[in-house]
């Protein structure tokens, strides 16, 4: 990373695309277009994220024939996907290995806002693995960081203005994050068909302010507040998408899904539905990922079946902490989340802190979160205190459309819903977003 750390823009574009530079020494244009040399290689990226096909679990029953359980599907697994995973650190027989594993949700990143005092860039590289199951579609893979304002069209990952990732190579974006909060990221090849098959997941930016504990006394922050009005205790991220068996299923079968015929089966949350939701975390601690020794996921014991859904959404926290929520959704529907018994404080949209032009405080509360395609919210809510006799008292984070609550499965929930358990005391610091600290 450091070694790049004195590039500027035009520097990545004749590294990175073999632009030729133009004539320096335009007084109109000042310093920002003079050509300089380009020396430095891309050293070892941030991210290093492989995308490929897979299989992913959702309940089996009630079934919805011939889709759902798909026959094809491996022992345990019911659903076919298309997906990234994180390669970080993998060496390259472990990078090749994972061909057909898949995850969904994509990998959650985060980073921290680009500070121009200490300009260090982002890079994530991208590899594209193949499709094991569909060699016939030698489809390329891109990132594009939807929500992003920065960025210049060569890391776009709109693959008509910048370029593509073909099967068996591999390409670095770079980015220099200025506006913090919550976005998401997606393959944007063959568009609704990657990001349907899985090929999406959450992104989120750090304030430069994270770390002045003269506003929070945590030191962490959604946006740069000045006030603490954003600082929260503990960090949980929920990505909303959506499963149509019958897309699926075609794309295993060597058919072709009619896009227009859209209708979504399951709606999941962080890549599950519940109670898989309320399941312990797998390796999504980003920038530490967990592997065995061929480079493939460690299931939980007892969670097998949740192997390629690492991302837990139960959220726990100890009574009077205050908690962030980060939600976005790439499913094709709006969602309305909410919570029963607990205020939520709205305190950024689409990484905006909510705040007007001349500073007026324009957050709101509310007990229902109404998300659309695309769309990101930050929310901050205040555990209440502890009431029950147990540990921990529980309330319903969950979709108040019911048919999306429970996927239309007999017996409750079994759809876009978690848990928030507070807790008297005892849960620890995280260590990453979404850890339960327990
Ligand atoms: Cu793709």
């Not at 921290?112 to 016939?136: C, E, I, W």
């Not at 009431?387 to 008292?393: A, E, K, P, V």
């Not at 048919?403 to 409750?412: D, E, F, V």
Request: glycine share 10%; with cysteine.
């Amino acid at each position: 990373m450091n070694e790049r750390a004195g590039l500027d823009r035009r520097q990545f574009l004749k590294v990175a695309g073999g632009m030729v530079a133009v004539v320096g020494g335009l007084a109109w244009a000042g310093r920002v277009l003079e050509p300089l040399p380009a020396s430095a290689v891309p050293g070892a990226p941030d991210l290093y994220l492989g995308g490929t096909d897979g299989w992913m679990y959702l309940p089996p029953t009630p079934a919805i024939p011939p889709f759902h359980p798909d026959l094809l599907a491996p022992s345990l697994l019911t659903t076919y996907i298309f997906g990234f995973r994180n390669l970080t650190g993998m060496d390259d027989t472990q990078k090749a290995n994972q061909k057909n594993r898949a995850q969904h949700s994509a990998p959650m990143f985060w980073v921290n806002q680009f500070d121009p005092a200490h300009p260090v860039d982002f890079t994530v590289k991208v590899t594209n693995l193949g499709l094991a199951l569909r060699p016939d579609l030698f489809d390329a893979h891109t990132l594009h960081w939807h929500g992003f304002r920065n960025v210049i069209p060569f890391f776009d990952g709109e693959p008509s203005g910048s370029v593509a990732v073909p099967s068996g190579r591999e390409f670095s974006y770079v980015y220099r994050p200025r506006e913090p909060g919550t976005y998401m990221y997606h393959c944007h090849v063959e568009d609704t068909e990657h990001v349907h098959m899985g090929m999406t997941g959450l992104v989120f930016v750090r304030p430069l302010q994270d770390g002045n504990t003269s506003h929070y006394p945590s030191g962490r922050y959604l946006y740069n507040d000045g006030d603490g009005s954003t600082g929260y205790d503990r960090e949980f991220a929920m990505f909303l998408s959506e499963v149509w068996a019958e897309a699926h299923w075609a794309d295993a079968h060597i058919q072709l899904p009619e896009w227009s015929d859209y209708r979504a089966d399951f709606s999941l949350l962080n890549g599950r539905v519940y109670p898989d939701t309320i399941a312990p975390n797998g390796s999504v601690d980003a920038f530490n990922p967990v592997h065995d020794a061929g480079g493939d996921l460690v299931p939980v014991p007892g969670f097998e079946h949740l192997k390629y859904q690492p991302h837990s959404s139960l959220v726990t926290c100890n009574a009077g902490e205050r908690v962030a929520l980060r939600f976005s959704n790439l499913g094709f529907r709006e969602q309305a989340m909410t919570v029963a018994g607990i205020r939520l404080r709205v305190v950024g949209r689409d990484a905006t802190l909510m705040r007007g032009r001349d500073g007026t405080d324009t957050s709101y509360e509310t007990d229902t979160l109404n998300i659309g395609p695309g769309e990101s919210y930050d929310v901050v809510f205040t555990a209440p205190a502890h009431q029950g006799t147990g540990d921990y008292d529980t309330y319903m984070l969950y979709n108040r459309n019911y048919t999306r609550s429970n996927n239309l499965a007999p017996g409750g929930f079994g759809g876009a819903a978690t848990e928030i358990r507070v807790y008297a005391s005892g849960v620890t610091a995280q260590a990453y977003p979404n850890d339960w600290g327990l």
